[in-house]
């Protein structure tokens, strides 16, 4: 679990890096390999989800009742140059009242069982 900022930009569909094909003939061909999507930050990535998808999760015991966030996972691919493209899962959780938002980086092993959001959400939590 890795707490991030918003300036941190991510793609929702794996970026498959390779040489882009067009070339117009003149000059050297390119060689370097450059993602067929584009990133997003992070605050981008929030808006485009529907409402339907986020999920009201308690995540603590409080005095006056549970403590409450809405949250959601997405599946998202992190890539920088000369590095494969690693699929990753974003946790985005908001207070339910307030605006107040978090973005954590989730890694799950491929061996691992698939992460719940109210595991993670409990884990952003105690950061």
Same mark, same amino acid.
């Given at each position: /679990? ?5 300036? #941190? ?18 000059? *050297? ?10 990133? %997003? +930050?992070?605050?981008? #990535?929030? +808006? %485009?989800?529907? +409402? @339907?998808?986020?999920? &009201?999760v308690? !995540? *603590? ?5 549970? #403590?409450? @966030? ?21 946790? &985005? ?7 107040q938002?978090? !973005? ?9 069982? =698939?992460?719940?959001? =109210?595991? +993670?959400?409990? *884990?952003? /939590? %105690? @950061?």
């Open positions: /679990m890795l707490n991030l900022g918003t300036g #941190l930009h991510l793609y929702r569909a794996d970026p498959t890096p390779a040489v882009p094909p067009v070339w117009s003939g003149r000059g *050297r061909p390119p060689r370097r390999v450059t993602p067929l999507g584009t990133a %997003q +930050a992070l605050p981008e #990535l929030a +808006a %485009q989800v529907p +409402a @339907r998808d986020w999920q &009201i308690p !995540y *603590r015991p409080g005095q006056k009742g549970p #403590l409450v @966030r809405q949250a959601v996972l997405l599946p998202v691919w992190r890539w920088e140059l000369g590095v494969p493209a690693q699929v990753l899962h974003l946790l &985005i959780s908001r207070e339910v009242y307030s605006t938002v978090k !973005y954590s980086l989730c890694y799950t092993p491929p061996q691992a069982p =698939a992460l719940g959001v =109210a595991q +993670a959400l409990y *884990r952003q /939590m %105690q @950061r």
